[in-house]
């Protein structure tokens, strides 16, 4: 069993920085994919960021170079700081973690939906 914990939510201008953290417990076999995503009022869910056990990132194109995942592997604990920060990145931000998946033509890759676990969210607000 995983249980994520998400913190770092809150109220900024536009312009300003948040940073989330999301610390992980349980199996660290089923934390080995670990990403964020996020919900805005009257839209779906979408991925934000997503890093894997190798290291390996991926952004939406909608946060590239505003926007930086990491994870530190001692405290599986996963971070996002976000930079640059816009009225359109309002949203309530999920932490989430699975394990990864085998593709004939890419080999062991995290999915790219329906991931098994989720923490219960944190709410980013930006003002213009």
């Known amino acids: 069993q995983v249980q994520l914990v998400e913190s770092g939510g809150g109220s900024v201008q536009a312009g300003g920085s948040l940073r989330l953290s999301c610390a992980a417990s349980?199996?660290?076999?089923?934390?080995?994919?670990m990403g964020w995503f996020r919900q805005a009022p009257g839209k779906e869910r979408e991925g934000v960021a997503t890093i894997d056990s190798a290291g390996r990132i991926s952004y939406a194109d909608s946060v590239k170079g505003r926007f930086t995942i990491s994870k530190d592997n001692a405290k599986n604990t996963l971070y996002l700081e976000m930079n640059s920060l816009k009225p359109e990145d309002t949203a309530i931000y999920y932490c989430?973690?699975?394990?990864?998946?085998?593709?004939?033509?890419?080999?062991?890759?995290?999915?790219?939906?329906?991931?098994?676990?989720w923490g219960q969210g944190t709410q980013v607000t930006v003002s213009s």
């Open positions: 349980g199996s660290r076999y089923s934390t080995s994919c």
């Open positions: 989430a973690a699975d394990r990864p998946i085998w593709e004939e033509t890419t080999g062991w890759v995290c999915r790219r939906s329906s991931w098994s676990y």
